[in-house]
């Protein structure tokens, strides 16, 4: 037997309101998800001028990562530079843009949480931050 640790609705919840301050402080629109350890949705806020299809890539961003337990980006890094076919996955979720990073306590993956509707790199600060959110929740 072993202990295994749950994110709960209100740690997801503290993740998303981590970066909609962030977004509110520079007047950005997005799609912020966070997922529990098997990937499935647990919080999910989209913020005034998000684009539409932003809501579906922040779940699958979140779904990656908590599945994969590891960035999205990796993801796409293995894809682009071993041309390794995202079809293997047989999921049509997983996706390989950056902005999915896996929510880790106790050195367990907890969840996941993706952000979507930025340019890349600012989807992956962001989610980044939701990352340190769930850290220091943890005391790590």
Not at 6 to 28: F, N, P, T
Not at 65 to 93: C, H, Y
Request: charged share 25%.
């Amino acid at each position: 037997m072993y202990t295994r640790y749950q994110l709960s609705h209100r740690d997801a919840w503290r993740v998303v309101e981590a970066i909609r301050d962030e977004l509110d402080k520079s007047g950005k629109g997005a799609a912020v998800a966070v997922a529990d350890a098997h990937g499935e949705l647990l919080a999910f806020l989209r913020t005034d001028g998000c684009r539409l299809p932003s809501i579906q890539i922040a779940i699958n961003k979140a779904f990656t990562a908590a599945r994969e337990q590891k960035p999205s980006r990796a993801i796409g890094d293995s894809v682009r530079n071993d041309r390794w076919p995202m079809t293997n996955f047989g999921d049509l979720r997983y996706t390989a843009w950056g902005g999915g990073v896996p929510l880790v306590h106790a050195g367990q993956i907890v969840g996941g949480v993706g952000v979507s509707g930025l340019p890349e790199e600012e989807d992956m600060v962001l989610a980044a931050l939701g990352a340190r959110v769930i850290a220091e929740i943890a005391g790590a």
